[in-house]
T-cell receptor, first 115, second 111 residues
Framework: EAGVVQSPRYKIIEKKQPVAFWCNPI?????LYWYRQNLGQGPELLIR????????DSQLPKDRFSAERLKGVDSTLKIQPAELGDSAVYLC?????????????FGAGTRLSVL | DQQVKQNSPSLSVQEGRISILNCDYT??????FLWYKKYPAEGPTFLIS?????DKNEDGRFTVFLNKSAKHLSLHIVPSQPGDSAVYFC??????????FGKGTRLHILP
């Protein structure tokens, strides 16, 4: 069974440019998460989806970040415009159902470098 | 304010010995705890978890201990193997299902 798939693996952009990340969760997983991991830190939640509904976006910087999961399957995370401080690894994770044992399965991440 | 603390950034252990990774938390509302393992250029992978109603959970070479009164948990790996060299993240969940990760501990298994 395929795991969580993220693309691209790496992205280098100049500041003020837009960037988008894509995530395809494990088939059948209703819950999808986007995390940001800065160097030397643990992952920090940006947004959580239950199917197509964003149920927790309290940590998402809404002035420049947006996300969507239109059909409740794959998801995109966008930054526009990117700033130097956005350089990080962006991780996507999915879980079967948050009401059951909530084990999250992570993708390999997208490493973003903003120059 | 860090709610999940892993105070040791790194740990070196001889192959075959026991590795003990520690984690402290501050929020008494956390009721589920997890350990994740991460290799370079890969996402974290789930290792083992424990509910707050238990004080120990074992899975093969991995055992997690929970001391609720001290708000402390630890991961024991015995015997340690070269493939255990990785970054280990402690994570905690509250009833809102929000998961908070620690900063991680890098484990080096020495030959």
């Amino acid at each position: 069974e395929a795991g969580v798939v993220q693309s691209p693996r790496y992205k280098i952009i100049e500041k003020k440019q837009p960037v988008a990340f894509w995530c395809n969760p494990i088939s059948g997983h209703n819950t999808l998460y986007w995390y940001r991991q800065n160097l030397g830190q643990g992952p920090e939640l940006l947004i959580r989806y239950e199917n197509e509904e964003a149920v927790d976006d309290s940590q998402l910087p809404k002035d420049r970040f947006s996300a969507e999961r239109l059909k409740g399957v794959d998801s995109t995370l966008k930054i526009q415009p990117a700033e130097l401080g956005d350089s990080a690894v962006y991780l996507c994770a999915s879980s079967l159902d948050r009401r059951t044992q909530n084990i999250q399965y992570f993708g390999a991440g997208t490493r973003l470098s903003v120059l | 304010d860090q709610q999940v603390k892993q105070n040791s950034p790194s740990l070196s252990v001889q192959e075959g010995r026991i590795s003990i990774l520690n984690c402290d938390y501050t929020n008494s509302m956390f009721d589920y705890f997890l350990w994740y393992k991460k290799y370079p250029a890969e996402g974290p992978t789930f290792l083992i978890s424990i509910s707050s109603i238990k004080d120990k959970n074992e899975d093969g070479r991995f055992t997690v201990f929970l001391n609720k009164s001290a708000k402390h948990l630890s991961l024991h790996i015995v015997p340690s193997q070269p493939g255990d060299s990785a970054v280990y993240f402690c994570a905690a969940m509250n009833r809102d299902d929000k998961i908070i990760f620690g900063k991680g501990t890098r484990l080096h298994i020495l030959p």
